[in-house]
């Protein structure tokens, strides 16, 4: 067993406890720390698979501006906190039998189909070079500035429409 698999295994370990204490948490900033860490050991990964641009861009993009305006909104809203029993009465049955069936399917692609047949190759060199990442932003802004832009208003509406059904409710309670 290589370091780089011993280090993997760590990774997913630590990735996995992540999104399950960021799904479990009860407190929403607590829940948004789970996931920076999360984002971070993702951010390893890539630095495992020699493509430091992505890393860095994970960091600052998902764990530093995304995850920092989300506490923001959070901790701005007062709604850290999730009120108790508030499930409905379907919710729970319907989670069950959908995380049942996530675990039988990966169960039977983990018993039936096998490992892949390959490694997963590692980025040439010249994949991280200044040209290449210039060549990347122009198709970006280019040919996929539309779905690039849908995801940004994507974004802005779900947090629009979470500050909307807060205020709702606290206006609610007054």
Not at 13 to 35: C, K, P, Q
Not at 72 to 87: R, S
Request: net charge positive; proline share 4%; aromatic share 10%.
């Amino acid at each position: 067993m290589t370091l780089d698999t011993i280090l993997f295994l760590i990774l997913a370990l630590v990735a996995i406890a992540t999104a399950l204490g960021m799904a479990l948490s009860r407190n929403a900033v607590y829940s948004a720390l789970f996931l920076v860490l999360n984002f971070a050991t993702v951010a390893v990964f890539y630095l495992l698979l020699r493509a430091p641009f992505i890393a860095m861009a994970q960091i600052t993009v998902y764990a530093g501006a995304i995850m920092v305006l989300f506490l923001f909104v959070i901790m701005l809203l007062g709604t850290d906190e999730l009120a108790p029993g508030k499930a409905i009465p379907w919710q729970r049955p319907l989670a069950g039998g959908l995380a049942f069936i996530l675990v039988a399917e990966a169960v039977y692609l983990l018993a039936f189909r096998g490992a892949p047949a390959g490694l997963v190759a590692r980025p040439e060199a010249a994949v991280n070079s200044m040209e290449f990442l210039r060549e990347m932003g122009m198709i970006l802004f280019n040919q996929y500035l539309l779905p690039f832009e849908m995801t940004s208003i994507l974004l802005l509406v779900a947090m629009v429409g979470a500050i909307v059904l807060t205020k709702q409710e606290k206006g609610g309670r007054k």
